[in-house]
Nanobody
Framework: QVQLVESGGGLVQPGGSLRLSCAAS????????MGWYRQAPGKQREMVAT???????NYADSVKGRFTISRDNAKNTVYLQMNTLKPEDAAVYYC?????????????WGQGTQVTVSS
């Protein structure tokens, strides 16, 4: 059984910062790519940032220069440092990880964490 548990969401003023964390646990043999996605009310879920097992990163144009994705392989954890937050960044943020268990590999999603950007 594999779980992804996110934390770090909350309410922040425009221009502020938040750091999201997502920890994978369970019967894990290996973790491939990891990423953060977000979904605002009435909108489709969109990719925010991804990081490969080797550390290569990819960002949505809307967050480049403001957000940084990183991972700690020893802790099976992926982070998203969000700076200079804007009201349009408000959404539920989900992490996704490609995880190999003993005999299978697939994508897993976390339950989501709310980010609210408002004065």
């Amino acid at each position: 059984q594999v779980q992804l548990v996110e934390s770090g969401g909350g309410l922040v003023q425009p221009g502020g910062s938040l750091r999201l964390s997502c920890a994978a646990s369970g019967s894990i043999s290996s973790i491939g790519g990891m990423g953060w996605y977000r979904q605002a009310p009435g909108k489709q879920r969109e990719m925010v940032a991804t990081i490969s097992s080797g550390g290569n990163t990819n960002y949505a144009d809307s967050v480049k220069g403001r957000f940084t994705i990183s991972r700690d392989n020893a802790k099976n954890t992926v982070y998203l440092q969000m700076n200079t937050l804007k009201p349009e960044d408000a959404a539920v943020y989900y992490c996704k990880a490609n995880i190999g268990t003993w005999g299978a590999r697939r994508d897993y999603w976390g339950q989501g964490t709310q980010v609210t950007v408002s004065s």
